[in-house]
């Protein structure tokens, strides 16, 4: 059992999460740099489980160099087996760091080049606030101030309604400043968040 305020490490799999099994050595070897690597892993990625899962992978590959260039019998062909696997961790784990920067600018780049209208959930948001806003007005005023922000000209509204182009305007004009004026600071600060 790990003292108190002393960080516990987990042991190491013989098999990593692709199934490939790790040489005994080479997983006395990962252990022995486990404590370190975790610790670098951890600075970088934030994901314990991912920096395991890592150190393992490295484990597996050496494991399986190892097996490829060392016949039973021959002399190891590495001569600091933990800091091999310790540089080779390192360097697995700048690579998936910079993958995952370039990956977070590249979805910078695509959020920024959006025009806020494109966003679907902005959108709904806005619909939402509309349909609130328009709750509040009898049926007439709401088909007014419908046809107006799809784009008709008051002259037209005022046509559908039996009006001149002066009353619709000013007619739906003056009933929504009012309701405007109670709901534009709630609406504001709905739409601000």
Known sequence: ??????????RLNAVDRHGRRIDPLVLAAAEQVYPRAFAHGLR??????????????????????????????????IRNLPG?????????????????????????????SKPAWA???????????????????????????CRYLVGFSWKEIGKVHGLSAHAAGQGSAMRCSRHARDSRFEIGKRLQS
């Open 1 to 10: 059992m790990a003292a108190e305020g002393s960080p516990s490490f987990f």
């Open 44 to 77: 970088l990625l934030g994901d314990p489980a991912v920096v395991t899962d890592l150190l393992e992978e490295v484990a597996a590959d050496v494991s399986r160099t190892l097996n490829a260039k060392d016949p039973p019998g021959d002399p190891e062909p």
């Open 84 to 112: 091999y696997i310790f540089t080779t961790f390192k360097r697995r784990v700048n690579t998936l760091k910079h993958k995952e920067l370039m990956m977070l600018e590249a979805a910078a780049v695509v959020n920024a």
């Open 119 to 145: 966003d679907p959930a902005r959108q709904l948001e806005l619909k939402i606030l509309l349909d609130e806003f328009l709750a509040q007005f009898d049926s007439i005023i709401q088909d007014m101030l």
